[in-house]
């Protein structure tokens, strides 16, 4: 978990005038699940065709384990990709599809068919699904095969491109902790790329976060969750409270445009640019409960979210969001107050 | 005739499900008969149905018929007799059906390796370019007879081809008309948008991200192109396949004026029995194991083929 196995060196692509990603320097170290995240037009899907061999770099150097890959094409690097449409095979079984990338090598027809029921079971298939057509398995079950193909494959590193994009909501939820699983049970490198932090959050050792072609934070779940490097990472995991705000003194800002003041967050070096607080790190106040700054407002509107419910609250000329567990005896229309702890913002330069 | 509005189908629907009692068998029958036959469907299609019966199968059950009337007969109401056939096995017919089935068969096979790259390319590197479409389509709204004789008149002795070689650099050209190979020469050239077309839409069928996968689990060109290309293009290669052979098979121009009749095909033996030898059972005889010959083929093929998927696709 220590050794880098893939580096990326100053690596940029431009199609025509268009510049798909820029200064890209990246380096995922063996074992690892490295997921990238961006918004549609980020550059992520260019970033996992030139990893995989589908194009080449503009400029800059790929390197695998310490060797410069740029001109190897796809068929000899030793990685595989599970593609976002899965391109599984509609003319050959599960069994055959499984056991693609063995034919190709010219594996015993015996030996293959050993490895791919393994596969299947890997998989939670039973060996009935050997000698099924693709076309009769659900959502759920193609992603398995289309795994079991790409780790037949027995890659370096395995590539996913949002294979999970097009399944319902729990089926997704399942399959993320079952590749996880599997990443760690088999110890390969995944490199995953995803539009949904969410998704990336559950299942990743090492995030990095792209936005028009460049990368903007490498972390783990944790650091881009606590400590996002602008804005733009902190609004991409979901809703936040941003107030634009200069320094008053050491524990306080102000906010320019409402003259509101808030609790400086502690050994912050900014001295004026957004202060961001998450709608879970506000708490609605009882009477004898106190935060580093509290103010009194309006409920505006209420958002139930399932288990947590989500609460619009008019504050002077501001509208903060406040999201707690469900079962809260607050309605619209209801005096609350409400207040955060000075450790609970992140203020940034923008 | 009475259109039968929904209230009417409705009607037959319970009609035919909600009999308490079970009157007898003949009964049901008729009455599922007289159901079906109340269908709009089936109303609909009756007057092409009448056309089809009166012209396609009339006439088909016709040549059927005089095929098993004794020879140089011109009534159909003589007694029965399988003489016609025999006349085909014993006299020397065979060999224009060899030779039909073989030239069908040597054209397609050219025309599949032709065509397989201009089909890849029509449908990948062009994407279908209406331009490129059109002058492929054009020569067809020309009379097949006219594009032979335009053959003819560039390959003939003191023709275009000829006679410009040797005007311009005095090269005798050697006899080109008259013989097998430009016969098939013929067949590819007519014969070529029928297979091309099926072929580009069977390609333009196989997905690119099955490409690129396969591509990506280390296999070769020819492994991407026996493993992937060739079975998910299968379908429109099987269409144009059967296309070509069958068109060939029935052909005729192509070893009349380019092959001036060094072989004779067999749609040749059939227009020969019925005009100038006047022996009409015998040109039936021939017909009918011709277009046997062609069902068998056709139906079987067809029954491997989901038609109506490959062309919903795309």
């Keep these: 978990m220590s050794e880098t196995i893939l580096e990326l060196k100053g690596v940029e692509k431009y199609f025509g005038d268009f510049v798909a990603v820029e200064r890209i320097n990246l380096s995922v170290k063996d074992g690892e699940f490295f997921t990238l995240v961006g918004p549609s037009g980020s550059g992520k899907t260019t970033m996992i065709r030139m990893l995989v061999g589908m194009d080449k770099p503009s400029r800059g150097d790929i390197l695998m384990s310490g060797e410069r890959v740029n001109d190897v094409p796809a068929n000899r690097r030793p990685t595989c990709m599970v593609f976002q449409s899965l391109a599984l095979f509609p003319h050959k079984s599960v069994g055959e599809n499984i056991e693609f990338p063995l034919k190709l090598r010219g594996e015993a027809k015996h030996n293959r068919k050993t490895r791919a029921i393994e596969l299947l079971e890997q998989l939670h298939l039973s060996e009935s699904y050997y000698s099924k057509k693709v076309s009769e398995c659900s959502g759920g079950e193609r992603q398995r095969v289309a795994l079991a193909r790409a780790l037949a494959f027995d890659p370096q590193i395995l590539f996913f491109d949002e294979p999970l994009s097009a399944l319902d909501y729990r089926l997704r939820k399942t399959l993320e902790k079952e590749l996880k699983d599997i990443q760690r049970r088999t110890g390969k490198t995944f490199v995953y790329i995803t539009h949904s932090l969410e998704e990336a959050m559950v299942m990743s050792d090492r995030i990095a976060i792209m936005r028009k072609g460049r990368i903007v934070q490498v972390g783990t779940p944790d650091e881009i969750y606590n400590n996002p490097a602008n804005g733009f990472v902190a609004q991409f995991m979901g809703e936040v409270n941003e107030f634009r705000v200069s320094r008053k003194d050491s524990q306080w800002l102000e906010d320019t445009e409402t003259g509101a003041q808030y ?88 | ?180 190979p430009v016969t098939i020469l013929g067949m590819v050239y007519v014969y070529l948008p029928f297979m091309l077309f099926p072929m580009a839409l069977g390609v333009s069928m196989i997905p690119e991200s099955c490409r690129e996968a396969a591509f990506d689990m280390g296999a070769t060109r020819s492994q991407v192109f026996r493993e992937v290309e060739i079975p998910l293009a299968m379908p429109g290669i099987l269409i144009g396949a059967l296309l070509t052979f069958v068109l060939v098979l029935g052909s005729i121009s192509e070893a009349k004026i380019l092959g001036g009749q060094s072989v004779i095909m067999i749609a040749h033996d059939i227009e020969t029995a019925f005009t100038y030898a006047q022996n009409w059972p015998l040109g039936s005889a021939l017909s009918t194991l011709l277009i046997l010959l062609t069902g068998v083929l056709v139906i079987g093929l067809l029954s491997k083929l989901n038609l109506d998927k490959l062309l919903s696709r795309k």
């Excluded at chain 2, 009475?2 to 909600?18: F, H, M, V």
């Excluded at chain 2, 065509?115 to 331009?131: D, H, K, N, Q, T």
């Design chain 1, 263 to 350: 609790p400086a967050p502690p050994d912050s070096p900014v001295d004026e640019g957004v202060l961001i607080v998450r709608p879970e790190r506000i708490r609605l106040l009882s009477a004898d409960e106190k935060a580093d700054s509290t103010f009194e407002g309006v409920v505006e509107h209420q958002y139930v979210l399932g288990s947590r419910v989500q609460y619009q609250v008019r504050v002077k000329e501001r509208a903060l969001l406040v999201e707690t567990m469900i079962g809260q005896p607050f309605g619209v229309g209801d005096s609350v107050s409400l207040g955060w702890d000075a450790d609970q913002s992140v203020l940034m330069s923008e």
């Design chain 2, 1 to 180: 005739m009475n259109a039968p509005g929904p209230s009417s189908l409705t009607q037959a629907r319970i009609d035919d499900t909600g009999d308490a009692g079970t009157p007898p068998a003949r009964e049901r029958g008729l009455k599922a008969l007289s159901t079906w036959a109340r269908q709009p469907g089936f109303l609909l299609s009756l007057p092409a149905l009448a056309v089809f019966i009166a012209g396609f199968i009339g006439p088909l059950a016709l040549v059927v018929l005089y095929s098993v009337m004794p020879a140089r007969s011109f009534g159909v109401d003589n007694l029965p007799t399988l003489e016609n056939f025999v006349t085909i096995f014993q006299d020397s017919y065979y060999l224009s059906f060899a030779w039909s089935i073989g030239l069908a068969l040597a054209t397609t096979v050219i025309l599949m390796l032709i065509c397989w790259p201009v089909a890849y390319g029509l449908s990948r590197v062009f994407r279908r370019s209406m331009i490129l479409t059109l002058l492929l389509v054009l020569p067809l709204f020309v009379s097949e007879n006219v594009r032979l004789f335009g053959w003819v008149l560039t390959l003939l002795n003191h023709g275009i081809l000829d006679g410009s070689l040797r005007t311009l650099f005095g090269w005798e050209v050697p006899e080109l008309l008259y013989n097998v």
